[in-house]
């Protein structure tokens, strides 16, 4: 690598044939990975047999810690983002340090790879062309301000939420858009069990609630058009 640069690297989402040969190359060759949990990038580092020291960057500390990475950086050493899986920066650690990149002139680029809500919005059937990526709604405050804004966009909608409140959001989106709401929702995508649970708002919740539990990352797919 000729000169320091800030690397965003996404990493598989669920199947390790997803990491490219340029990320397994990155990884390799930057002075230091940046993990979200450096737990789950050790397996991912241990089966590619990298070797690259990493240090623990999340939401928790990236406030605290942007600017000492930052100097790093500026002193030459080149530097991997990772999160626990897809790309850094959606719905994860990441805008931060790439603001304060780009702020201090300091090159940067995002390897092209895995992240989940693309593949599930295309697995939908729901017209792509246009679309909103919500994310995470709010936990408690500021939730049902975001459905009410969510019900204007006359567009699919897409969010993630995780397996122990998707009932509960399934629920909100049959009293905010209606029961004849078409859904998908996509869980364990690119793994063993990947499943897409499609149909229309009210069939969808009687399938979720007749399961004894729900496990996975998942995204949910609404269309508003």
């Known amino acids: 690598m000729e000169s320091p640069m800030l690397y965003l690297v996404p990493t598989p989402i669920g199947n390790l044939e997803d990491m490219s040969p340029r990320s397994i190359k990155v990884l390799t060759e930057v002075s230091l990975i940046l993990s979200e949990d450096t737990r789950n990038t050790g397996k991912l580092l ?12 999340h939401a928790h500390n990236e406030h605290r810690l942007t600017e000492r990475f930052i100097e790093v ?9 990772v999160s626990d899986a897809g790309t ?14 780009i702020e201090q002139n300091i090159k940067l680029t995002v390897l092209p790879g895995a992240t989940a ?7 939908s059937g ?66 063993l069990y990947e499943e897409n649970i499609r149909g229309v708002a009210k069939d969808v ?15 949910v797919v609404i269309n508003n058009n």
Not at 46 to 57: D, G, L, P, S, V
Not at 156 to 184: A, D, F, M, N
């Open 88 to 101: 850094p920066g959606i719905s994860d650690p990441g805008y931060m340090l790439v603001k304060s990149a």
């Open 46 to 57: 241990k089966h590619f047999e990298i070797e690259t020291k990493q240090t623990a960057y």
């Open 126 to 191: 729901f017209p792509c062309n246009r679309f909103y990526f919500e994310g995470f709604l709010p936990q408690k405050k500021g939730r049902m301000t975001r459905w009410l804004a969510l019900k204007e966009l006359k567009t699919t909608l897409v969010l993630y939420e995780s397996p122990h409140r998707i009932i509960k959001l399934v629920k909100e989106c049959i009293e905010h858009l209606g029961e004849e709401t078409q859904i998908s929702i996509s869980r364990e995508i690119s793994k």
């Open 205 to 219: 919740i009687l399938d979720l609630e007749k399961r004894a539990s729900i496990k996975g990352e998942i995204v």
């Open 73 to 81: 950086l500026k002193n030459g050493q080149s530097i991997a983002l």
């Open 117 to 123: 809500f693309v593949p599930a919005l295309v697995m």
